[in-house]
Nanobody, 114 residues
Framework: QVQLVESGGGLVQAGGSLRLSCVAS????????MGWYRQAPGKQRELVAS???????NYADSVKGRFTISRDNAKSTVYLQMNSLKPEDTAVYYC????????WGQGTQVTVSA
């Protein structure tokens, strides 16, 4: 029932910032936990950040203090503000919906140069 479309990825120098957006279809967006995952080549996909229906948030230790997840239910959109980017942040970033991550977007590439 849910389709997710990510945008905002690109090439940025170390120390720079990017904001990713994920637009969800469906009027039930506000009832879904949402999250951002990332996967680098040869590495396992990892959870970067999540935000619940009560706006509670959770972050991976590697991004805590640098990334901020937020949601706008009126726009059916979840965001990931990424500051102080590091080369190790380079990955494909995926938007996921549902507490069980049942719904996935196609991903957006984030590349951070040294």
């Amino acid at each position: 029932q849910v389709q997710l479309v990510e945008s905002g990825g690109g090439l940025v120098q170390a120390g720079g910032s990017l904001r990713l957006s994920c637009v969800a279809s469906g009027r039930a967006f506000s009832f879904f936990t949402m999250g951002w995952y990332r996967q680098a080549p040869g590495k396992q996909r990892e959870l970067v950040a999540s935000i619940g229906t009560a706006y509670n948030t959770n972050y991976a230790d590697s991004v805590k203090g640098r990334f901020t997840i937020s949601r706008d239910n009126a726009k059916s959109t979840v965001y990931l503000q990424m500051n102080s980017l590091k080369p190790e942040d380079t990955a494909v970033y995926y938007c996921a919906g549902g507490a069980r991550a049942n719904y996935w977007g196609q991903g957006t590439q984030v590349t951070v140069s040294a």
